[in-house]
C-alpha cells in the first residue's frame, strides 16, 4: 500500500511564497516521475510542475520563474517552492506520484490536496 503525505499549504499575501511537500511511503520499488497539479472549483486540474526521473522539469507556462519543483530521492519527497505568488494561484495543490510496487509495474496515487489561498 503507498501513501502520499502533503504539507504546506495555507494562506498568504499576494507577493508571498509558501513551500509544499509531498512525501511518498510504502511498498515502493521505483518512483518514475512526481508532480503537482492543481484544481478550482469547476475547472478541470491542471499541471502544475513535474519532475520524471532523468528529465528536466516541466512547469506550465502561468508559473514559470516563479515556482520551482524539486525531489529528495532518498527521502520518496517531492517539493514546490512557491514564490511571488498571485490570487490566480489560488487552488488545491495535489501531489501525483508516478511508481512501482512489488506487486503494480507502474500507477499514478494521488495526494489529498492542500489548500493554497492567494488573498490581501
Known amino acids: 500500500q503507498v501513501q502520499l503525505v502533503e504539507s504546506g499549504g495555507g494562506l498568504v499575501q499576494p507577493g508571498g511564497s509558501l513551500r509544499l511537500s509531498c512525501a511518498a511511503s510504502?511498498?515502493?520499488?521505483?518512483?518514475?516521475?512526481m508532480g503537482w497539479y492543481r484544481q478550482v472549483p469547476g475547472k478541470q486540474r491542471e499541471l502544475v510542475a513535474q519532475?520524471?526521473?532523468?528529465?528536466?522539469?516541466y512547469y506550465v507556462d502561468s508559473v514559470k520563474g516563479r515556482f520551482t519543483i524539486s525531489r529528495d530521492n532518498a527521502k520518496n519527497t517531492v517539493y514546490l517552492q512557491m514564490n511571488s505568488l498571485k490570487p490566480e494561484d489560488t487552488a488545491a495543490y495535489y501531489c501525483?506520484?508516478?511508481?512501482?510496487?512489488?506487486?503494480?509495474?507502474?500507477?499514478?496515487?494521488w495526494g489529498t490536496g492542500t489548500q493554497v489561498t492567494v488573498s490581501s
Open positions: 501525483n506520484v508516478q511508481l512501482a510496487t512489488q506487486h503494480v509495474p507502474e500507477d499514478d496515487y
Open positions: 510504502g511498498d515502493i520499488v521505483s518512483i518514475n516521475g
Open positions: 519532475m520524471r526521473t532523468g528529465g528536466s522539469p
